[in-house]
Structures are given as structure tokens and as C-alpha cells.
């Protein structure tokens, strides 16, 4: 079962990419602000692209291609984890041999309404993941033309996703963040580097990157240099494809208008294996801290 809160963040953002389904998708508007309250039953089915652009296929699927509808369930923390256990299911392959896509990302690619009464689904939300590695499915890859225009850019390219800084002084010290204590986000209460994901409107990791570093703490560094792309898995267990850059910033991070997290600090690199660290943190530090 979903909240309604999330199913309606979800279908306002939906639909804010597709108004001309306002009409088709008015009874599950209804049913979400039906006067009784309580989780509403849906229904998630996903899309999963590999990267020559074939699509995993279940030849049994009433919903065309794709995989079977699956219905959600209290145990799922949000609907996408409904999706990625859809997938597990019905293929065998796990939520770390996927990634998100850049065009989609944690919103669906189709909602269709279901009809139905009492506690049965009233509409099913289709996910789009890309094939992150090679992994064995209980399934067939087809080549799908008939997706149609909304899948017509996905191209089965994993590309990267969420960008990180490695801020650096001239003293050789590295700008830390200590992130929120708070469930649903990445290595809360750690720290870590500043950084986020990837939205819509930014057209590269750099643009990324530097909308988080001004949106996060007001750093607006002259120069960012590629470092390295690396793979982490994110809080729903995705592949998460990561582009760390490195700037060389002065300030004094006790004036930056912080808008996340705890604090932001300074740390010499001998310190920084006595802290809590987030994810990749101290190696990232540390071989960066050994180049000449």
C-alpha cells in the first residue's frame, strides 16, 4: 500500500511533464481525495534497458513491453522499491545491476488507470532503469520499438548521475560536510564530500555540481577539474554513477550560508580516518592527498 501523499507528489509531477493526461488520469485524482483516508493500493510494473536499447521482456505480460504488474505492499519503503522488487522477482536480477536514468529518474515513465473498486489497484506506475552491469535474467532482451515517443532518448547509457567535491586549501586540508541524521538520505550523520543528484535543467555533472555547491553553501569555486567516476549504490540499493571533482577553495567555512546538513569543516587528511565517513570518503581523500 502507498501514502496518498506520496502518490500525489508523484502524479503532480507526472503530469507537470504530461498535461494532456489530466483527462485520462482524473479518476485516480478522485480516488486520492476520496473522503476516507487511509494507503491507497497501486500497482508498479517497470522497464529495463540494456545497453545495446533492447528491453527485458516477460512474454507472459499483459501490460505489453516490460514486466508484469506487481502490487504494492506495506513492506515497500516507496513505489520505486515496488518496481525494483518487480524486477527482482519476476528476473532474478537485483536493484545493484540497475542504475536511473537521466530522463526519468525517480519518476515514472507511464501511469495507467486501473479500473477497479473497493482494494483494488487504481492505477499502475511504471519505472524505467537502465542496465547497469551484465546480469543473468529469467527473462528475453527484445528490441521494442512500439514504447513509444516518451522512451524514444532512452538509449541504455548509464551515465553519471550524482557529482561530489573534493574541496581543498592550500594547507592540503579537505572541506567536509557533516550530513543530517535523518532516514532516506545517503550516509546520514557521516561525513562526507558536498555534492548531490543529478535534476533536471542540468546538462552536465559540472552543472551539477556547481548548483549543489551554491545551492548547499555558497561556494562558488573558480575552477573544477575532473577527478574520477566511480560507482556507489544509493539508498534504494541502484548502482549510482558518480563524477568526483576536485577545487581549490580558501574560505572559511564557518561563513558559508549552509543550507544542509549539520556543519562543514576543515580536516587535515590524518584526521579524517578518526571521523565517521560516509561511502568512499577516506579512500577518495587519501588518493587524492597522495598526488604529487
Not at 509531477?13 to 491507497?40: F, I, K, M, T, W
Not at 558559508?256 to 579524517?272: D, H, K, Q, S
Request: glycine share 8%; charged share 20%; hydrophobic share 40%.
Amino acid at each position: 500500500m502507498s501514502s496518498r501523499t506520496e502518490l500525489r507528489t508523484i502524479l503532480t509531477s507526472y503530469l507537470a511533464r504530461h498535461p494532456a493526461e489530466s483527462g485520462p488520469l482524473a479518476p485516480v485524482h478522485a480516488a486520492l481525495d476520496a473522503a476516507h483516508a487511509g494507503p491507497v493500493a497501486v500497482t508498479c510494473s517497470a522497464l529495463v534497458i540494456d545497453r545495446s536499447g533492447k528491453v527485458l521482456h516477460a512474454p507472459a505480460s499483459p501490460t505489453g513491453p516490460g514486466l508484469p504488474r506487481t502490487k504494492s505492499q506495506d513492506s515497500d519503503r516507496n513505489l520505486l522499491a515496488t518496481a525494483l522488487r518487480a524486477v527482482r522477482e519476476q528476473t532474478g536480477i537485483q536493484p545493484g545491476d540497475l542504475c536511473l536514468t537521466p530522463q526519468y529518474l525517480r519518476t515514472p515513465i507511464d501511469i495507467t488507470p486501473v479500473p477497479g473498486a473497493g482494494g483494488t489497484p487504481i492505477a499502475d506506475f511504471r519505472f524505467v532503469f537502465y542496465l547497469a552491469r551484465a546480469a543473468r535474467a529469467e527473462a528475453s532482451w527484445r528490441h521494442a520499438p512500439e514504447l513509444g515517443s516518451k522512451a524514444a532518448a532512452l538509449d541504455g547509457q548509464a551515465v553519471p548521475l550524482n557529482a561530489s567535491a573534493l574541496i581543498h586549501n592550500s594547507r592540503g586540508e579537505y572541506l567536509l560536510h557533516l550530513r543530517d541524521m535523518r532516514d532516506g538520505i545517503w550516509a546520514p550523520g557521516c561525513w562526507a564530500l558536498l555534492g548531490g543528484g543529478f535534476e533536471p535543467g542540468d546538462l552536465t555533472p559540472e552543472d551539477t555540481i556547481r548548483r549543489e555547491l551554491r545551492e548547499e553553501a555558497g561556494i562558488h569555486p573558480e575552477q573544477l577539474k575532473t577527478f574520477l567516476d566511480e560507482e556507489v549504490l544509493d539508498v534504494d540499493g541502484l548502482t549510482l554513477p558518480v563524477r568526483i571533482f576536485s577545487a581549490l577553495w580558501e574560505g572559511d567555512p564557518a561563513q558559508l550560508p549552509l543550507t544542509e546538513g549539520v556543519m562543514l569543516a576543515w580536516f587535515p587528511p590524518a584526521t579524517v580516518p578518526r571521523l565517521r565517513l560516509g561511502g568512499e570518503t577516506l579512500a577518495l581523500v587519501q588518493r587524492h592527498a597522495s598526488k604529487p
